[in-house]
């Protein structure tokens, strides 16, 4: 504790920093959860924690604003737990390591948590103030966000009075979201045979892509880590003779995978080979992204020859056929709104285990109809490689509301403040607010927040100077809800 302890605004980074020491990753919500409990205890607040962990905080408004109508601040409580290949950090028992550099706030080989910390620091703020007028508050903290958004999906929304419900789940400076594409989480699963083969083991590994947000980031081609290795081992299989022992890769359906090893076994007369021709193709791969992945690597490892259980030659060729042959990425274009995404899919994790592979994918689309299309071209593939497809769980759209009286406040709020015009966009990502809609149509929703950077990968950072700028903006917003 202490790294923020001089940087502006305090009272922010302050609960920040106290947030970076508890764990809190998606399903493993319960240290976060109780740290929010004691936070209402210590200022004397009420509050209510549900069955699945979502907590609500209420405080009173202040002088004037006694009998305003209440204002809702949400943001959710996990994080993604993301980390560097080489990094030993256990996200379920220790505290972040955070930093201070070139005016960004990051942490040492991990996701920040920024989002959604950054929420629940400006909110616990303005709980724990004396001196910021604002009406009755509702602070609405959610659980499992990042996978499923579970928290969401349990709320029950009678806890609340408030209608006008500021989301702070954004992640650029000026821009307020005021709907989303609905998504779904499913897993294809594939079974896998295996059988005894003799052989040197060659373990292959790619590396160092940047990732990203797989709603926010679908849309600038960055290499997945899944797919390039699906394409490696079927252009190598085309040349030379090898069994696959298991691929993985990849450690959230909402994330563009960053990383991925396969092991394969092959006769050792052929091992140099294999990998003479693995580097032409990496040298080809690298210079397809044109410099867009600068810290791209791919490599391989040979090891001792032994006897390896190895899928047998079905299993070998129906994994290399899925992984490289099905659907990835931006599947559609908005035909309404200029330059955002219809419709997506993102390969996120592929895990082996003795008898199946399983291959998590996260979906998105503001149209029903183009996301059951895409679902079902997904079990078309898992049908032809003998597998099926698992739903995890699915949220709804949110519509755009044409009459808010949130919208138009905060953007003369913004242009008073600031002299600029905030850009109103329907986000591809998906949004608690397209669940918490669902549940109560009268709720009048925004998102916005601070800049941040790489979201959901190691390189994650939150700016110092934007941070500054949407506390000025949230506490006007708050006095003008008189």
């Known amino acids: 504790m202490g790294v923020l302890n001089d940087i502006e605004p305090k009272e922010v980074f302050r609960q920040f920093?106290?947030?970076?020491?508890?764990p809190r990753r998606t399903y493993r919500c319960d240290k976060i959860g109780d740290y929010c409990v004691e936070f209402a205890?210590?200022?004397s607040l009420e509050y209510v924690r549900d069955e699945v962990g979502n907590v609500v905080i209420y405080k009173p408004g202040t002088a004037g604003y006694?009998?305003?109508e209440p204002v809702i601040l949400q943001g959710h409580m996990d994080m993604v737990a993301s980390k560097t290949p080489?990094?030993?950090?256990d996200f379920d028992t220790e505290p972040?390591?955070?930093f201070v550099e070139d005016g960004y706030i990051g942490a040492k080989d991990t996701t920040l948590g920024g989002d959604d910390g950054i929420a629940l620091a400006y909110a616990m703020a303005i709980l724990a103030s004396k001196d910021i007028p604002h009406p009755p508050v509702e602070a609405v903290f959610t659980v499992d966000e990042e996978i499923?958004?579970?928290?969401?999906h349990a709320f029950d929304t009678s806890l609340l009075k408030g209608r006008k419900f500021l989301n702070i789940d954004g992640e650029e400076d000026g821009v307020f979201t005021v709907g989303c594409a609905g998504g779904m989480v499913c897993d294809v699963v594939i079974p896998v045979s295996r059988r005894e083969r003799n052989g040197v083991r060659v373990t292959i590994s790619s590396k160092g892509y940047i990732g990203g947000h797989s709603g926010n980031d679908i849309q600038r081609q960055r290499g997945n880590a899944i797919k390039d290795m699906g394409r490696i081992l079927y252009a190598l299989s085309k040349k030379i003779d090898f069994s696959l022992l298991s691929v993985n890769g990849g450690n959230a359906a909402n994330v563009i995978a960053q990383y991925c090893t396969a092991e394969v076994v092959m006769s050792a007369d052929r091992a140099g080979n294999f990998i003479e021709r693995l580097n032409e193709l990496t040298d080809t791969i690298r210079d397809e992204y044109s410099g867009s992945e600068p810290d791209l690597e791919i490599s391989a490892e040979i090891g001792e020859e032994d006897e390896h259980s190895v899928m047998n030659w079905e299993s070998t060729v129906n994994m290399i056929w899925y992984l490289y042959g099905a659907l990835d990425g931006v599947q559609a274009m908005d035909r309404n709104v200029k330059g955002s995404v219809e419709s997506s899919l993102n390969t996120g994790i592929v895990a082996t285990a003795d008898a199946e592979c399983r291959v998590t994918y996260q979906m998105r689309s503001s149209i029903l109809s183009k996301m059951e299309e895409m679902l079902l071209r997904l079990g078309m593939w898992s049908e032809i490689v003998g597998g099926h497809v698992d739903i995890d769980s699915s949220y709804p759209a949110w519509p755009y509301?044409?009459?808010?009286?949130?919208?138009?406040?905060?953007v003369e709020t913004y242009k008073e403040l600031f002299g600029e015009e905030p850009v109103v966009d329907v986000m591809h990502a998906g949004l608690e607010g397209g669940i918490l809609i669902g549940k109560d149509p009268d709720l009048d929703i925004v998102t916005f927040g601070p800049d941040m950077l790489n979201v959901h990968t190691p390189g994650e950072r939150l700016s110092i100077e934007s941070t500054a700028k949407n506390w000025e903006f949230l506490k006007a917003v708050l006095a003008k809800l008189k």
Do not use: F, Y
Not at 17 to 22: K, N, P, Y
Not at 148 to 152: I, Q, W
């Open 66 to 68: 006694e009998d305003s």
């Open 41 to 43: 205890k210590e200022h």
């Open 96 to 98: 972040l390591e955070i």
């Open 17 to 22: 920093e106290a947030l970076s020491q508890v």
């Open 86 to 89: 080489e990094s030993g950090h």
């Open 401 to 410: 509301n044409p009459v808010s009286e949130l919208r138009p406040l905060m």
């Open 148 to 152: 499923g958004m579970g928290g969401a």
